[in-house]
């Protein structure tokens, strides 16, 4: 009996362990439907969300931070100029028109011309 409980504990704590790192990248509806049946206090629900909130404003914070002090290393410029000299540019098009369906056809109106 005492090692069937110690099993429950350990996947009880296992699961409160992975709620902990997969809440960064969840909503607080998908939290709270994920918690909802562990035997969890109140207050330990509102810890999660808060530290889930917290932990994600900081990811996005950090990943904000990196880009814009890689993108400040590049001289655009000068990339956009390698990139010329060293590719070249094909453009390939195709225009077709279609005449839409139910449209009026229309008489052909030839002129002449007099002289």
Not at 52 to 60: C, L, N, R, S, V
Not at 70 to 78: C, G, I, N
């Amino acid at each position: 009996m005492e090692e069937k409980e110690e099993k429950k504990l350990g996947d009880m704590v296992k699961k409160i362990f992975s709620t902990g790192i997969s809440a960064a990248f969840m909503t607080e509806e998908g939290i709270r439907n994920l918690v909802q049946d562990l035997p969890l206090p109140k207050d330990v629900i509102q810890g999660l969300l808060a530290n889930a909130k917290a932990t994600k404003t900081e990811f996005i914070l950090s990943v904000k931070k990196e880009l814009k002090t890689y993108l400040d290393k590049v001289d655009l410029s000068k990339e956009i100029d390698r990139v010329l000299e060293d590719y070249d540019m094909e453009i390939k098009a195709n225009i077709k028109f279609k005449k839409k369906p139910g449209a009026k056809k229309r008489a052909k109106v030839e002129i002449e011309d007099e002289n």
